[in-house]
């Protein structure tokens, strides 16, 4: 198994998900403004749901995924959460995913969490290739992904399903050799 690292940026802890933050993910993943783009999932209705989320990341069956909490320096608050899914070793690619507090919208702290991420990403995990499927939508996170160099490949039609509808998404990568 590997052993994801804490990170630290100028304003965040990137600390990895732990059985203390189930309050955090369920009063985050309910929350239907965190929720809007999340179209892979339904908003947590439980706190047991929750529970089964950070079970899933704090005692994994494989290491293809991981997720980190962004804890705010400046109040020791969790704000949000990024990490990688679908490690690919053998072809050295992962998506990411990634989720933040609209009280922390629109001050840079996403940029500034990926930016780590995906650093440690291509030096620690060796990884050549990230993808990230946004709905197209979402003009926020496809901006900010665009900004870290991120190129779009093209619209997955009808990629997920949710509340009875459809839904496409853009996918994007970023090659080790195309990263800051």
């Given at each position: 198994?590997?052993a994801?690292?804490?990170?630290?940026?100028?304003r965040?802890?990137?600390?990895?998900?732990?059985?203390?933050?189930v309050?955090?993910?369920?009063?985050?993943?309910?929350?239907?403004?965190?929720?809007?783009?999340l179209?892979?999932?339904?908003?947590?209705?439980?706190?047991?749901?929750?529970?089964?989320?950070?079970?899933?990341f704090?005692?994994?069956?494989?290491?293809?995924?991981?997720?980190?909490?962004?804890?705010?320096?400046?109040?020791?608050?969790?704000i949000?959460?990024?990490?990688?899914?679908?490690?690919?070793?053998?072809?050295?690619?992962?998506e990411?995913?990634?989720?933040?507090?609209?009280?922390?919208?629109?001050?840079?702290?996403?940029?500034?969490?990926l930016?780590?991420?995906?650093?440690?990403?291509?030096?620690?995990?060796?990884?050549?290739?990230?993808?990230?499927?946004?709905y197209?939508?979402?003009?926020?996170?496809?901006?900010?992904?665009?900004?870290?160099?991120?190129?779009?490949?093209?619209?997955?039609?009808?990629?997920?399903?949710?509340?009875?509808?459809?839904y496409?998404?853009?996918?994007?990568?970023?090659?080790?050799?195309?990263?800051?």
């Amino acid at each position: 198994m590997h052993a994801f690292a804490p990170l630290e940026t100028p304003r965040l802890h990137l600390r990895p998900l732990a059985q203390a933050d189930v309050d955090f993910v369920f009063r985050h993943f309910s929350d239907p403004a965190v929720n809007r783009y999340l179209l892979d999932q339904a908003p947590l209705a439980s706190r047991e749901e929750a529970q089964g989320i950070v079970d899933f990341f704090v005692q994994p069956t494989d290491d293809t995924y991981t997720r980190w909490v962004l804890v705010s320096k400046a109040d020791g608050q969790p704000i949000g959460t990024c990490g990688f899914h679908k490690w690919d070793q053998r072809n050295r690619r992962a998506e990411i995913g990634y989720d933040l507090a609209p009280t922390a919208w629109g001050q840079g702290y996403m940029g500034e969490a990926l930016k780590t991420m995906l650093s440690y990403g291509f030096t620690d995990m060796v990884l050549n290739r990230v993808e990230a499927l946004v709905y197209p939508e979402n003009t926020a996170s496809v901006k900010l992904l665009e900004k870290l160099n991120f190129q779009r490949e093209g619209i997955l039609r009808d990629y997920f399903y949710h509340e009875g509808h459809f839904y496409d998404h853009w996918l994007l990568s970023l090659l080790k050799s195309q990263g800051d």
